[in-house]
């Protein structure tokens, strides 16, 4: 192909990821929160905009833009205003090595890099750049804490996650995301790999800072954590930077555990990926309405005392399994 | 593969456009009447003392240590994790020695008390 229709394709490609995201994950996620959380406590929900309150988020997002946009006098404004392009672009550029599903020209992937499990691990970690920027610029106590607190969550987070990501790795031979869901055209890697599934749903819980695990923005202590000070259309993009970065979590669990785009021929792959990536998220949604905060202190007592002891238990038997049992 | 991450760079390039698009956006409608109370740091509704970059215990900063003794660790596994099927049963005496290394240092800052709550 010429060069200038790469770069259409990869401009085009972008602008339907952002804007599919951005629709998707962020102004249909809220609502299905805010369905789901209502269904769980027996009330109703958003009914009022649009047919059953479905349109709820798009007025949601005409209000937050016609808000004034405003900078604490006391805020460092370069770190301030760059936060919020950070948070998003890093939720967003996990979608560069998701496979969304299979067509006749090819898996329907932005981009197969080789490295796209690496690639994952390190653009879902760049997050915690842009929300200890937040805390920091704010000039905010609350924000400062929930900023402070996020770095050492996700650090912790990210070890056991990356060990429950080496596994899968291990067993399909490749880091390419395409490989390792043609890989499991018979077998889906839970099966193989309970355990690591777990590790990596309750570490990803825990790199988005959703309940059990929202220490970051706890709102009976800190406010609205790092981002207490933002509002507007700014407060929107950090709200967009958290929903996207939950589903690119789920729709990576779908592809490395889940079987990605593989289930029966009734319906097309792309379905399929979409309802797997439904269901994780219902879950993710059902644990933030069931299941109460943790304490910061028992948070990183999991993850370094139970989690990464697990995880490297577990990548141990697994190498065992694949190199010494069956080479 | 220059191609592949000729379209990360488009990624992240048009990306930060798109991103940015809201802000000019809102840069261009929305309303300006800012007055000292509203651009004053929250705090829960009274008056705001003192900054928050300020002297302050970061009770965490031996997790993140820890974290990059094993961060740098782990990135050594993913290369073996590609090949580990074709290298065979001497490679994984190999990477339980390098992995029994890695889980003493875990041992050591435990003993050591890294990990509690300090």
Redesign the interface.
């Known amino acids: 192909m010429p060069w200038y229709l790469e770069l259409l394709r990869a401009i085009g490609g972008t602008i339907v990821i952002f804007s599919g995201v951005a629709i998707v994950a962020a102004m249909f996620g809220v609502l299905l929160e805010r369905k789901i959380s209502a269904w769980i406590h027996s009330r109703l929900g958003p009914t009022h905009v649009g047919p059953r309150g479905l349109l709820q988020t798009v007025a949601d997002t005409i209000k937050l833009i016609q808000k004034e946009n405003i900078v604490p006098q006391n805020a460092d404004y370069k770190i301030f205003a760059s936060a919020v392009l950070i948070v998003p672009l890093a939720a967003l550029l996990d979608y560069v090595v998701i496979p969304f599903g299979q067509t006749r020209w090819g898996p329907l992937i932005f981009r197969d890099l080789n490295i796209g499990v690496l690639f994952f691990a390190a653009t879902s970690s760049l997050v915690v750049v842009g929300i200890l920027m937040a805390g920091w610029g704010s000039n905010n106590k609350y924000a400062l804490l929930g900023g402070l607190r996020s770095a050492a969550q996700m650090v912790s987070y990210e070890i056991p996650m990356a060990l429950a990501l080496i596994t899968v790795a291990m067993l399909a031979g490749s880091l390419s995301t395409v490989t390792i869901v043609n890989a499991q055209s018979h077998l889906w890697y839970i099966v193989a790999q309970p355990i690591a599934f777990l590790i990596f749903v309750i570490a990803a819980t825990a790199e988005v800072n959703r309940v059990p695990f929202d220490l970051v923005e706890a709102e009976s202590e800190l406010v609205a954590g790092y981002f207490s000070e933002y509002s507007g259309m700014r407060f929107a993009l950090f709200q967009l930077g958290e929903y996207g970065e939950m589903f690119a979590m789920a729709a990576m669990a779908v592809t490395l555990f889940l079987g990605g785009w593989h289930g029966p021929h009734l319906l097309p792959p792309v379905l399929w990926f979409v309802i797997k990536l439904y269901a994780l998220i219902f879950v993710f949604m059902w644990v933030r309405w069931t299941y109460p905060r943790f304490r910061i202190d028992q948070l990183l007592n999991f993850s370094w005392k139970v989690l990464i002891p697990v995880a490297l238990a577990n990548l141990v038997v697994t190498a065992f399994f694949v190199m010494v049992v069956h080479p | ?1 220059l ?2 991450w ?3 760079a ?3 390039i ?3 456009g ?3 698009l ?2 000019l ?3 261009l ?6 007055y ?1 109370q ?7 509704g009274v008056p ?1 003392i003192g ?3 300020s002297q ?1 215990n ?1 009770r ?1 900063y031996l ?2 240590l ?2 990059v003794v ?2 740098v660790e ?1 990135i050594y ?2 290369p073996w ?9 001497f ?2 005496y190999e ?2 020695i390098f ?1 029994v290394i ?2 003493l240092g ?1 041992v050591y800052a ?1 003993r050591k008390g890294a ?1 509690e ?1 300090v």
């Open positions: 593969m191609l592949d000729g379209y990360v488009v990624f992240a048009v990306g930060s798109m991103v940015a809201p802000l956006v809102i840069w409608i929305s309303p300006r009447s800012a000292p509203k651009l004053e740091t929250y705090e829960s705001t900054q928050a970059w302050f970061v965490y997790f993140s820890v974290f094993f961060d782990i596994l993913y994790a590609v090949v580990a099927r074709q290298l065979g049963p490679a994984f990477i339980l992995l890695l889980t875990l435990w990990l709550w």
